[in-house]
């Protein structure tokens, strides 16, 4: 029987995050697949967080994506400034640094208040499935550009791949909660989901120690929109979650290991048993080699947001109300993800 011990990714301030083993969910051992759909759903219902090792992307994948994505952000900003993300409707495109306030908050002119006082300190391309009609990817033109062609073939490959996982990362949910395997399939199939590279360039280290008494963050406190995010990290580090006693807590980098994170949505569709938990991204932990510089060196990390099918509505999950009441009404998926896009761009 494959190993399914569950070991610990963070334990600080009443919050842990479990480093699940993947491989015996895909496995064909009922006894090992209900128990890691049971760890990977109680790290869903306890932190909103887990890792996720052996989860069948290869190391080598990730790291020709990391740097397809480094050689993207390397380009002419006006070549980048020509590929601008151009509505909510779609989510495609280049967002350069300032554009973009990741926030909970709704209201339009609070988001903007927010984004002139804390701006975020990152730039990313935003990549949808490539087969939309009327929703096109805004690719690097490959006409006499080999590179481009090859990034363009890189992530409509990684684009699928992470549907893959984010297909049986549902499945093990399903079985966690006593559904058939497959009742998320049919929510998931279509790949209405988001890739997103994600550069933070190299800053001053003097921009996080302000005097107005705000904090500098890289990325703003913010939850999740759908229903889970892969996170691909590098291994500067910066990523905190909230932890139960309202400290933030840093979410180290595992190698190998993917960050999962439960979104708005499905905290939604769970009826609230499972957590869409806060973070941010914030200056990188020191390291020895950076003692002598004045600047914050650059990170990059490679997030895919997963949505139910655009064209669904989501309602509670059988076993998540039969005794406590449906608390919210069903949703549109499409229209929900419009809704907070519209509030954050």
């Not at 406190?221 to 990523?239: A, K, M, P, V, W």
Request: net charge negative.
């Amino acid at each position: 029987m494959p190993d399914i011990t569950v070991n610990s990714a963070v334990s600080k301030d009443e919050l842990f995050i479990p480093l699940i083993n993947f491989a015996p969910f895909l496995s064909n051992d009922p006894t090992s697949k209900k128990q890691t759909a049971q760890a990977i759903l109680d790290g869903f219902q306890n932190a909103g967080f887990i890792y996720l090792q052996n989860h069948g992307i290869s190391s080598s994948t990730v790291s020709n994506v990391f740097a397809k994505s480094a050689k993207f952000f390397a380009r002419p900003q006006e070549q980048k400034d020509a590929l601008g993300w151009y509505s909510p409707e779609a989510n495609r495109g280049y967002v350069a640094q300032g554009r973009e306030k990741v926030t909970d908050l709704e209201e339009l002119d609070e988001v903007e208040a927010l984004r002139k006082s804390i701006p975020d300190l990152k730039e990313s391309l935003e990549i949808g499935r490539d087969d939309e009609e009327g929703m096109p990817n805004m690719w690097p033109p490959v006409d006499g550009d080999e590179e481009a062609k090859v990034f363009k073939d890189v992530m409509v490959e990684f684009h699928n791949t992470c549907k893959k996982l984010h297909m049986q990362i549902m499945r093990a949910i399903a079985l966690g909660m006593g559904l058939e395997e497959g009742w998320f399939d049919g929510f998931t199939d279509r790949g209405d989901n988001t890739l997103r590279l994600l550069h933070y360039p190299s800053v001053d280290k003097k921009l996080f120690k302000r005097e107005d008494g705000l904090q500098q963050v890289r990325a703003g406190e913010h939850s999740d929109y759908g229903s889970i995010t892969l996170l691909f990290q590098d291994s500067r580090g910066g990523l905190q979650v909230r932890s139960p006693k309202g400290t933030f807590v840093d979410a180290t980098p595992i190698p190998g290991a993917i960050v999962i994170n439960a979104g708005d949505l499905l905290a939604r569709w769970s009826n609230d048993t499972i957590k869409s938990t806060k973070h941010r991204v914030v200056e990188p932990p020191p390291k020895p080699e950076d003692a002598t510089s004045d600047k914050y060196p650059p990170r990059y990390s490679v997030a895919y947001f997963c949505n139910p099918n655009f064209d669904r509505l989501i309602e509670a999950i059988p076993g998540t109300y039969e005794e406590a009441g449906k608390k919210y009404k069903g949703i549109n998926s499409g229209e929900y993800l419009v809704r907070r896009l519209t509030a954050t761009y």
